[in-house]
């Protein structure tokens, strides 16, 4: 069993940042990927990134590359995204999850990953 925490949700207005943490506890040894993704009210859960612990290789959708940034501490077991330049249809529920082994190919696919944090908000409004 893992367990993911997400934390850092917030109001922002656009333009501007805000950095979102998920804590892993629990079997994580094998689950060398750690994924973000987010769910606006009436829409599909979409993957916004992805990062391999093995190798810190990284992965992000067209619609956040430039603008979020995914990094890990592997001392306290965290994932970090750093989003900057947010726009209101940023606005979602983030998760954050975790998958075997790497990121795989098809990253932002939701039906890759085991297991789910409970998720954080983030609204983006003036």
């Known amino acids: 069993q893992v367990q993911l925490v997400e934390s850092g949700g917030a109001l922002v207005q656009p333009g501007g940042s805000l950095r979102l943490s998920c804590a892993a506890s629990?079997?994580?040894?094998?689950?060398?990927?750690r994924g973000w993704f987010r769910q606006a009210p009436g829409k599909e859960r979409e993957g916004v990134s992805c990062?391999?612990?093995?190798?810190?290789?990284?992965y992000y959708a067209d619609s956040v590359k430039g603008r979020f940034t995914i990094s890990r501490d592997d001392a306290e077991n965290t994932v970090y995204l750093q989003m900057n330049s947010l726009k209101p249809e940023d606005a979602a529920v983030y998760y954050c999850?975790?998958?075997?082994?790497?990121?795989?190919?098809?990253?932002?696919?939701?039906?890759?990953?085991?297991?789910w944090g409970q998720g954080t908000q983030v609204t983006v409004s003036s």
């Open positions: 999850a975790a998958v075997l082994h790497s990121c795989p190919p098809n990253f932002d696919e939701a039906a890759e990953y085991a297991y």
């Open positions: 990062i391999s612990l093995s190798d810190g290789s990284t």
């Open positions: 629990g079997y994580t040894l094998d689950y060398y990927g």
